[in-house]
């Protein structure tokens, strides 16, 4: 028996033909062209659908989760690594009342082919089927006296299908001109020079003319090659003209063609992060990019509008979000306290193709990733999907919540707390990224926020939120104290030590302000390193506003121990030095220890904090380079310790006769102000000894400052 491997997976939406046709139950199934075999699993995109067990066999089928009424269910079904020969078949059962039920009303024909990918061979009209694809495409071109040669070459691109590459000036589609590549129903190629007219599909044929060198298909793939002007004029109804000296972002579809040779919805999207001019020769290779994630920014102006009215014991939400970009998401969750963990969560999501999917989750824990609210045996009230569409921009997502009799007698069942709609929640908003298989990316810390307000679902409410109230100048203060931290604690406080330690008997003849060399330097700098310890403080206590890290996010409130415990110290040790007893007096000892035991405990505590920032998930770091950085710091501070204490011991055996006496001048000067003289013999050992400890001291501020410097960059960047 003939075998086919299978790697893609399937999206099926099943919704009724107009916007009031609802369905109350579904049963979804893939079977062999026998109808004797279940094939394949399934996974849910839905909340108001569960998979069930057929044959021993789990996920082998979709059935509803209620009886409310549905006007659409999605869910994603996943081929079998091996199957028998032949055609699969998706059936579909639907229930539209208790005496109404149409058995094998859809049908979805896959054929199987030789390239690892599932093409659909009919689609009803009213079931919707996307392809998850991985197209190899090379795109490169070349600019000469105003004119861009562009050679675009995709594989595979079978008949009636297309590519297409565009040149946007914001990441999203909309007054921007494409250039199609497709193979017709006849085989041949064919290259198109199409607009998008605010974002609306299908795309417009261009009056501006584009010159075709070649359109060639052959071996299951196709290579166009074309060029166009950059001085062209501004056509009529048209697109703006594509120009050199503009940071264009690449986008790139493919899709299939409709009857009469249109561009369909396209399957597949790319828009790169990174720009480009077209003055500028590029060859670009997409197949990396394409299997990746490619997050689209955190856009700092995303705007959200949430109503919700009641009416006969049914909550109707609307939100209605303006500027989320591809592969982005926005929640709202209804919590019991300011904090994610155990909160019930809706979130609405642009996926990389353009469309909008909407379903209802929960949050567990406060840093998990959010699962289906059907995982959970009661979570309150029924949820059921009205609207979710993008249109001029603007995402809509509706939703329906009802039926929460009986959710107070099965609260005992259930650990997690069922959603009320008499209980009041604190709204929360968060906004982040989808990777390229449309998973769930977690949000950056300054795209979240608790709203002050608290809701009712038995009642109307209004939340607004924009993105920019917690936007680039709050984050600008986070960043400048982790800025201001690392160069003090990295740079600064070792320094200060260093010179405090190793550098009381260097410059014996010269005073600054009346006191030793090493006395002026190591006060000045340690005046420093508290002044701007207290700064960095102060910068973010206004970002937090004042408030104190939640113990639920454990990283980060770690690191606020960590951090005030490194701040006193910081503040402590100018006022102890202040208030110190006189060098003579018998207790002086104990300042001495004292200060350094605090100022030793400062500097590795700040090593600690600086580690549990690398977690901080508003940096976005990519731990290979920060851990990299920290672990040269972490290896080299007992390494400089160890060269300037192998230099003291290297000079002290070389003249036995000065050991003494260098320890004396060394307990006399503690203070700074002792006027004893080195002897002669000391004072010809010296120049030598302190221009060796001079060169160390300088590759330590050098290697420091490098090491603190590209943290700084990298925090900036972030």
């Known amino acids: 028996m003939l075998h086919q491997r299978y790697r893609d997976l399937c999206f099926v939406t099943v919704r009724g033909s107009t916007d009031a046709d609802y369905f109350k139950g579904i049963l979804l199934v893939a079977k062999d062209q026998n109808n004797q075999h279940i094939i394949g699993t399934w996974s849910l995109s839905n909340s108001s659908i569960k998979t069930i067990s057929c044959n021993e066999t789990d996920n082998t089928t979709i059935t509803h989760l209620s009886t409310e009424n549905k006007l659409q269910i999605a869910a994603l079904w996943h081929a079998p690594s091996f199957i028998p020969e032949g055609n699969i078949f998706i059936k579909a059962t639907v229930v539209t009342s208790y005496d109404e039920i149409y058995v094998d009303c859809f049908n979805i024909t896959l054929k199987p082919k030789q390239k690892n990918s599932l093409r659909v061979q009919s689609i009803p009209t ?20 105003n004119i861009v040669t562009v050679i675009m070459t995709s594989e595979p691109v079978n008949v009636g299908e297309w590519t297409a590459i565009g040149f946007s000036l914001d990441q999203d589609m909309g007054n921007e001109y494409i250039f199609v590549c497709q193979v017709s129903s006849t085989g041949n190629a064919l290259l198109r020079r199409m607009h998008t007219k605010l974002g609306k599909r299908p795309p417009l044929p261009s009056s501006v ?45 493919a899709g299939r063609l409709r009857a009469g ?12 992060t ?9 060859a670009i290779d997409l197949d990396e990019s394409l299997t990746t994630t490619t997050a689209a920014p955190h856009a700092n102006n995303i705007r959200v509008n949430i109503t919700w009215s009641y009416a006969d014991s049914i909550t109707t939400v609307k939100m209605v979000i303006d500027n ?20 019930h969560v809706f979130i609405c999501q642009r996926l990389n193709d353009n469309t909008i999917l909407l379903g209802r989750f929960i949050n567990p824990e406060g840093r998990t990733r959010p699962a289906l609210a059907s995982t959970i045996v009661n979570p309150g009230g029924s949820f059921n999907i009205s609207l979710q569409k993008f249109e001029n921009g603007i995402t809509y997502c509706d939703f329906t919540l009802s039926n929460f009799a009986g959710t107070q007698r099965r609260k005992r069942q259930n650990s997690f707390p069922a959603l009320s709609q008499t209980a009041s929640y604190r709204p929360l908003i968060a906004i982040g990224n989808l990777d390229s298989s449309n998973n769930l990316m977690q949000h950056a810390q300054n795209s979240r926020e608790a709203l002050s307000q608290t809701v009712l679902l038995n009642r109307n409410e209004i939340i607004i939120y924009d993105l920019q109230s917690v936007g680039s100048d709050s984050t600008g203060l986070m960043k400048a104290h982790g800025i201001i931290m690392l160069f003090t604690w990295i740079v600064l406080v070792s320094t200060g030590i260093l010179v405090a330690r190793y550098f009381k008997q260097s410059w014996p003849n010269s005073k600054i302000c009346g006191k030793a060399v090493w006395f002026g330097i190591h006060r000045t700098i340690m005046t420093c390193v508290a002044t701007l310890t207290l700064v960095a403080f102060i910068l973010i206590l206004v970002y937090k506003k004042g408030q104190w890290i939640s113990q639920k996010n454990q990283r980060e409130f770690a690191h606020s121990i960590v951090g005030i415990l490194v701040i006193s110290f910081s503040v402590i040790q100018p006022f102890m030095a202040l208030f110190r007893c006189n060098p003579d007096d018998r207790y002086r000892f104990i300042f001495n220890y004292v200060h350094a035991t605090v100022g030793f405990s400062a500097l590795v505590l700040s090593i600690v904090a600086i580690f549990l920032a690398m977690f901080f998930t508003q940096f976005q770091f990519q731990l290979n380079k920060e851990w990299s950085i920290l672990v040269v710091w972490c290896c080299w501070l007992p390494i400089v310790f160890i060269i300037f204490e192998t230099i003291e011991i290297y000079f002290r055996k070389k003249n036995p006769s000065l050991t003494n006496k260098v320890d004396a001048y060394d307990m006399n000067d503690l203070h700074a102000n002792s006027k004893n003289e080195p002897n002669a013999n000391q004072s010809k050992e010296n120049p030598t000894k302190d221009r060796i400890k001079l060169l160390a001291l300088l590759l330590h501020i050098i290697l420091a400052f490098g090491l603190a410097l590209a943290l700084m960059i990298l925090i900036g960047r972030s």
Not at 325 to 332: E, F, G
């Open 126 to 145: 009213n079931i919707e089927t996307r392809m998850i694809a991985n197209p190899k495409t090379k795109i490169s071109w070349d600019y000469s006296d």
């Open 209 to 253: 003319p584009v010159n075709i060198n070649s359109a060639v298909s052959e071996n299951g793939g196709v290579t166009c090659k074309f060029s166009f002007e950059t001085n062209s004029t501004q056509a009529d109804n048209e697109s703006a003209p594509i120009i050199i000296g503009e940071n264009y972002h690449l986008i790139y579809a």
């Open 261 to 272: 040779e249109q561009v369909a919805k396209h399957n597949f999207t790319f828009v790169s």
């Open 274 to 282: 990174k720009t480009y001019q077209l003055q500028n020769s590029e």
């Open 324 to 343: 989320l970009k591809i592969s982005q998401w926005l929640a709202m969750g209804l919590s019991l306290d300011e904090s994610m963990g155990h909160d």
